[in-house]
């Protein structure tokens, strides 16, 4: 062992006794006991590395496709997306059902009109998806109510009075317009869903 003055000593490993020069600080903070890399390495269960979600472009892609489908019927998509639902529960639960998405092709439902639900959906092109898409006026002939309207429409505000929500949609080409300021969560999402199902019902109109 090196002298009082030395900032390294000499150390031998426990377990399988190789002898180091290592810092004297590195020895005291581990009890004045030390073992080489090698033994301190031996039993630890490796890293998964490579093969993650994030790390496999088609899982990748796919992981991208369900969060945006189930975006989509959360939201409700400007009303093209109103009454329809996303029925699987996990991510892994649409691999199992369709595979991986393959390169050039996105998440389609067989049956427009119905849900994104086990036994309805495939990855299609765009052209697929082109020649299966519904009318609009399928989507919007029809009379909305307040009710048929999913999502929130509001984002909170802080201001000197407290907190406020101001209540907005988007129409047109992706158009934002303000509904009104208001006290509680519940008034801003009413506006909202009231006048999201009068513009959609405008649109039907016209």
């Not at 939201?75 to 991986?100: A, C, Q, R």
């Not at 119905?114 to 299966?132: D, F, I, K, L, M």
Request: aromatic residues 10%; charged residues 30%; contains cysteine.
């Amino acid at each position: 062992m090196a002298n009082a003055n030395s900032r390294f000593v000499d150390v031998t490993c426990e377990k399988c006794g190789v002898e180091r020069n290592i810092r004297i600080d590195q020895y005291r903070r581990r009890g004045e006991t030390w073992r080489c890399r090698s033994c301190n390495t031996k039993g630890r269960i490796p890293r998964n590395k490579g093969k993650g979600v994030s790390n496999d472009p088609a899982l990748a892609r796919t992981r991208n496709s369900f969060y945006k489908a189930r975006y989509r019927c959360k939201t409700g998509h400007g009303g093209y997306y109103v009454n329809v639902e996303f029925k699987f529960n996990s991510f892994w639960e649409l691999v199992e059902e369709i595979g991986p998405r393959p390169e050039g092709k996105t998440l389609d439902r067989i049956d427009n009109l119905g849900h994104y639900e086990p036994g309805n959906v495939r990855w299609a092109t765009h052209a697929e998806q082109c020649n299966n898409k519904r009318a609009r006026d399928t989507a919007l002939n029809r009379t909305w109510n307040p009710e048929d309207i999913v999502g929130k429409g509001y984002f909170k505000r802080e201001t000197k009075k407290g907190t406020k929500f101001h209540a907005c949609m988007k129409v047109g080409n992706n158009k934002k317009i303000s509904l009104g300021v208001f006290d509680t969560a519940e008034e801003a999402t009413l506006a909202y869903r009231t006048a999201k199902a009068k513009y959609l019902n405008d649109i039907s109109d016209n």
